[in-house]
């Protein structure tokens, strides 16, 4: 299946989401679908709750693999919530795999104000400079490593212009967003120097199913962890600064990396909390 097939594939699921009506749909034998980190019958879940989706529309697609992913938003009676899908397929066009995320503020225990889904050029266009599949995932995997016990230790490479964007948010050069307050106005390389995520115990369940070569975008999965004992910790400058989270706690997440030229350009989230240490019925797979 080629790009412009995988595409195709991916509009007759959200128009049959939006129906409610999975039988539109072909699914292998044995497919699997899962919303929010739990295995469920096509069907359930957002299928008997979805209004509509909005307006924003990031796709991208896998074609050596038979994937395509969506970053979307969905909306539900009076809930706006991120939305984020994995979709794989066998030889015939059938649907293997289903993947979604849900980010509903309602059950977030950590709530970001204000999530707007707009368009990113950088992240809708194609790679300047392509990079291979393996380098692409490993760069990926790097910013993991980083984030995880964050030190000040820079384990992959950033463009000096990369921005992160998480559940609708811009967490990079954002001096507003209040959640990393002494980091907020920074770039995404220079806030890991500093070493502010310091109570991101483990990034564990690491997953890259989807590599995009020609965009450039790797969608990856994964937990993070935090066991919430850190009360304040110094940043590389000297500062101290409080923990946010100090709580026995689990995120959840789909994240985009767009890597141009052998450096990530611009990252995109989307996470929910999920119970501390949950398993991901994916893994072993």
Known sequence: ?????????LDEYKAALIARDPARLAWAPGAQFSENNVMLEPGDGLWGTIDRLGDYDLRFADPSTRQVGFFGVTHEYSEESGFALRLA?????????????VVRQSDSGIKFPNPKFWDKPIMNSNAEVPTPREE??????????????????????????????????????????????PVAAMGCEDQFRMGNYRYDDRLRGRRFPLVDEERGIVMAFGFIDHCGRIKEYQLTDGRTVQSPIRFPHSFYLAELFRIDNGMIRQIEAN???VPYHMKSPWDGK
């Open 1 to 9: 299946m080629d790009r412009a097939a995988l595409y195709a594939k």
């Open 89 to 101: 397929f066998d030889a015939s066009g059938a649907i293997t795999e289903a993947e979604t995320i």
């Open 136 to 181: 692409m995932i490993a760069l990926s995997d790097g910013y993991f490593s980083t984030l995880q016990l964050n030190d000040g230790t820079i384990r992959t490479k950033f463009h000096p212009e990369c921005d992160r964007v998480e559940n609708g948010v811009q967490t990079t050069r954002n001096p507003d967003f209040a959640f990393i307050v």
């Open 271 to 273: 996470f929910i909390t």
